[in-house]
């Protein structure tokens, strides 16, 4: 099993589940979402689609990339929609929308959150501990496995924590991937999700 199949994955950072429940799939150009710093904008854009992948949510990540130079090719994720729309008519299909939610947050995170452009002025400009915050940050909002352990890695040389916080994900997925889908298994690995998120924004000095 995957997060996906648990419940949403992403990390909620400065409220954007709360932003992303409020902004609708066609209301970029509303005064809500214009008010968001554009890190934000990029988090609940890419949150919509992951969670409601249309023709229109994809349009919307798209317009926002091409306008801050962002390079990403729309065109490559619209297998993905389609394969969902197969999916929702299958029943017995936890396999396929495995896999399938595997390859869209693969393709999430090759958009890299800016939280880490953010990081990087923070290290070129001598401020470690802002740094450190930012790329916290980002990899709140990063989505598999993968991109989350690789940032973690490249955190450990310059932030001890990590190498716990590593550890602690990596076990945080063995857990995962063995519990049961039940009700009772599924609020326990959610509480532990939470403590290890929680855990992750916690600045050590």
């Known amino acids: 099993m995957n997060w996906g199949i648990f419940f949403f994955i ?11 429940l409020r902004i609708k799939a066609n209301s970029m150009k509303s005064e809500s979402f214009k008010a968001l710093p554009p890190k934000d904008q990029l988090a609940v854009l890419k949150e919509c689609l992951l969670n409601n992948p249309t023709e229109t949510n994809l349009r919307n990540l798209d317009e926002f990339c ?47 959150p800016l939280e880490f452009a953010e990081a990087q002025a923070a290290r070129e400009n001598g401020d470690h501990e802002l ?25 450990e040389n ?30 326990n690995l959610r509480k532990k999700r939470d ?6 924004l916690a600045i050590e000095q």
């Open 10 to 20: 992403a990390i909620a950072v400065i409220l954007m589940r709360i932003f992303w």
């Open 131 to 155: 740094a450190i915050l930012r790329a916290v940050e980002g990899i709140a909002r990063l989505y598999s496995d993968e991109a989350i352990e690789k940032a973690l890695q490249d955190l």
């Open 195 to 200: 403590a290890w998120q929680e855990d992750l």
């Open 66 to 112: 091409q306008n801050r130079q962002i390079s990403v090719d729309a065109g490559t994720y619209r297998p993905f929609i389609a394969k969902q729309v197969e999916l929702t008519r299958k029943k017995d299909a936890i396999a396929e929308d495995n896999e399938l939610y595997a390859q869209e947050s693969a393709w999430m995170d090759a958009i890299r």
């Open 158 to 187: 310059v932030y001890p924590k990590a190498t716990r916080l590593l550890e602690g994900y990596r076990k945080l997925t063995e857990i995962r991937d063995t519990s049961g889908a039940d009700e009772k298994s599924l609020e």
